[in-house]
């Protein structure tokens, strides 16, 4: 078992920046793979990124490249999500994930943090 807890966020105006972090405890953090996700209202849980155990390989939607970064301090069992050139619809509830392989798909994920809420005001 892994508990996940996130936190940084916020409403900010497009075009700004915001840093999740989500803190980890339990089994060994470096262990898994972390992974963010974010739901909007209405709509279903979607990919926004994922990191390697060690850190060396990331992934990232389509729709965030070049915008966001992943990154983890496996020292601190922490993940963080740097969210820049943000826009209107990057307005969510954005939450961790943490498993043993890097998966798209929001069912691929075993544990959960509890959200956080991102606004981004045009």
């Known amino acids: 078992q892994v508990q996940l807890v996130e936190s940084g966020g916020g409403l900010v105006q497009a075009g700004g920046s915001l840093r999740l972090s989500c803190a980890a405890s339990?089994?060994?953090?470096?262990?898994?793979?972390m992974g963010w996700f974010r739901q909007a209202p209405g709509k279903e849980r979607e990919f926004v990124a994922a990191i390697t155990q060690t850190g060396y390989s990331t992934n990232y939607a389509d729709s965030v490249k070049g915008r966001f970064t992943i990154s983890r301090d496996n020292a601190k069992n922490t993940v963080y999500l740097q969210m820049n050139s943000l826009k209107p619809e990057d307005t969510a509830v954005y939450y961790c994930?943490?498993?043993?392989?890097?998966?798209?798909?929001?069912?691929?994920?075993?544990?959960w943090g509890q959200g956080t809420q991102v606004t981004v005001s045009s």
């Open positions: 339990g089994r060994p953090f470096s262990n898994y793979v």
């Open positions: 994930a943490a498993d043993s392989a890097i998966t798209t798909r929001a069912m691929g994920w075993n544990y």
